[in-house]
């Protein structure tokens, strides 16, 4: 009889329990939809994991705006930077198979590797680049609007990235760092970071349709098309980002549902089921902060959410009262966020087709919320108080752009003595060119207009579908003279810590025939020096005494600059050699 009794209070309960789950799980999507329409998000996709199973798997709103294509749990985004911890992992791998310590210097596997100073090359470790402590900070525009394919010739960039800081001073985001992890672990296992992520995770994890690639992503049937919300109005299809060579910072491509098995390891001691991915000892130390993110406190707002932290590829942080681990994406058109709180055995990723969405980091804490049953944040109510702030931020900056604006100036110069290559070791050639009288900027990537502001000091605008954005790229173009007065560089504000960085200019070179070269070779004569001009080839080149062969750059048809030499201009006229340096000018005679 007492069994009985038992038998059917167990199944009592079992039965409620299925009716506060259905309950739960209504009103679970109808705060999801919810901050859906708060933040105009076109599409995304949920994943919640609780110790090793998925309770809860869905899509909403579209993959596809145009053709009105639903999201569901298995429609592929870009993850962005949520795929560092992937990267970092890999060497948790490398710690239990090769040897590797993360107390290691980076130059021990990339001896090619070289920092801006002896101090950053003899000091940083592998744990310095992983938590974000170089002191470096990020020059992203280095490989978003200079990309290459070429992961060697990227990193080679690092040498002219001027840190800002002290090594171990302060917190700052880098993905140069979680490019050279990636270059570390193709060293040691002689594959591709892109093959490593594919044979060490994707295969073990049962992640059968992510992969590493744009090309890939396009090809899927089930993928999503990425939107920019322009103007908090309107949602704009936003082309695909190549993220080329900067891959193991944020390439890959997934579904809620398979990052779930990614979750999952996290939570069981690095194993799904009985597949040891990852070692136990890695995933132990990996939950772990390592250097505090600013004050610790992301927000006033929020007292119990402190100790703000970045550790192993994961932001760590106290979220209410629980521990929690977690790490953003952004790559254009896509926001995404992964997280999960060990102690409670909870994991949530959220993937949206949105261009820099807080949706994911509001969903994520929606159902953190209601499934550790802590007292409830009205995220909608907080994310309207947040964006009013933005436009009111941004409606000032531009009062006060206007407000700086100097009227009635022109440049200094003619739109064509602008022209040129400028470069910066650092980053790569931008060229600006002049086309239906106006000033363009090509980057590797992009296309710029130009919008002259006053003086010297131009706005650049990006163009989109031939059609000219309304926003700004938020850097000018600050064009500077030498001592003789002609364009040498511009300068681009391009990071917040550091100074402007300088582009020097490399002139476009006329057109000048070899016969009219041919008849200024011969020797000049100048307070009874005699100097050389020279034909070799199709260059002209100039001899001084006691100093080495110079070339000459033609600049127009009898005017050259003097490469290697700024502020330097060489001209031809009347039999004459005519030297303008930066204490004078000097005139040389034909013998």
């Known amino acids: 009889m007492q069994a009985k009794y038992i038998s059917v209070f167990l199944l009592f309960i079992c039965a409620s329990l ?277 004050g610790g406190i992301a927000d006033k707002q929020f007292p119990a959410q402190h100790l703000n932290s970045y550790g192993y590829g994961w932001f760590t942080s106290s979220y209410k009262g629980h521990y929690r681990l977690e790490h953003g994406g952004n790559i254009d058109g896509f926001t995404a966020n992964v997280s999960f709180f060990p102690t409670d055995k909870i994991g949530i990723v959220v993937l949206a087709n949105q261009d820099g969405s807080a949706l994911p980091t509001l969903v994520r804490n929606a159902i953190a919320d209601e499934l550790l049953n802590l007292k409830e944040t009205d995220w909608i109510r907080y994310y309207n108080e947040k964006i009013n702030e933005v436009k009111k931020q941004q409606k000032e900056k531009k009062k006060k752009e206007e407000e700086s604006k100097v009227a009635h100036t022109t440049p200094t110069h003619s739109l064509a003595e602008f022209t040129g290559k400028y470069t910066h070791k650092g980053y790569g050639t931008l060229t600006v060119e002049v086309k239906n009288d106006s000033l363009w900027a090509n980057f590797t990537r992009e296309k710029a207009y130009l919008k002259h502001t006053h003086y010297d000091v131009f706005k650049p605008f990006m163009l989109s579908d031939n059609k000219v954005d309304t926003d700004d790229l938020g850097f000018n173009f600050n064009f500077q003279t030498n001592d003789l007065g002609d364009i040498e560089a511009v300068r681009l504000k391009l990071e917040p810590t550091l100074e402007a960085l300088v582009f020097t200019r490399i002139p476009d070179a006329a057109a000048v025939s070899k016969e009219t070269l041919r008849t200024y070779v011969g020797s000049y004569l100048l307070s009874g020096t005699e100097l050389k001009v020279s034909l070799k080839g199709e260059n002209l080149l100039l001899l001084v005494p006691g100093q080495p062969e110079y070339t000459l750059i033609p600049i127009k048809e009898n005017e050259f600059s003097i490469k290697g030499l700024s502020g330097y201009k060489a001209a031809f006229k009347d039999e004459n050699l005519i030297l303008h340096q930066p204490n004078g000018v000097f005139t040389a005679t034909k013998k």
């Open 18 to 294: 299925v009716a506060q789950n259905k309950l739960s799980e209504k009103n679970l999507d109808k705060k999801l939809i919810g901050l859906q329409e708060a933040t105009q998000t076109v599409g995304f996709s949920v994943a919640i994991v609780k110790d090793n199973e998925v309770i809860y798997s869905k899509g909403f709103g579209y993959k596809d705006l145009e053709q009105q294509l639903r999201a569901d749990e298995n429609t592929l985004f870009a993850i962005g930077s949520t795929s560092k911890a992937f990267t970092t992992a890999l060497l948790g791998i490398m710690e239990d198979e090769k040897g590797l310590k993360f107390t290691d210097s980076p130059k021990k596997y990339l001896p090619e590797l070289a920092f801006y100073n002896d101090q950053l090359n003899n000091t940083i470790t592998i744990l310095d680049m992983v938590s974000h402590r170089t002191g470096i900070p990020r020059h992203d525009i280095s490989w978003y609007l200079f990309p290459t394919k070429s992961k060697d010739s990227l990193l080679a960039r690092v040498k002219y990235h001027e840190p800002f800081t002290g090594i171990r001073e302060q917190w700052y985001y880098n993905n140069f760092m979680y490019l050279a992890q990636g270059l570390i672990t193709e060293k040691l296992t002689g594959k591709s970071w892109e093959n490593n992520i594919r044979e060490r995770f994707f295969k073990p994890l049962k992640m059968l349709n992510s992969n590493v690639t744009i090309e890939e992503l396009k090809s899927h049937s089930n993928s999503a098309k990425g939107y920019a919300l322009d103007n908090f109005e309107t949602n704009k299809l936003l082309p695909y980002y190549n993220i080329a060579a900067i891959s193991p910072a944020g390439s890959i491509n997934s579904s809620a549902k398979e990052m779930a098995n990614w979750l999952k390891i996290w939570l069981n001691e690095g194993k799904l089921d009985a597949v040891q991915v990852v070692p136990k000892s890695y995933i132990e130390k990996a939950i772990n902060p390592l250097m505090l993110v600013g």
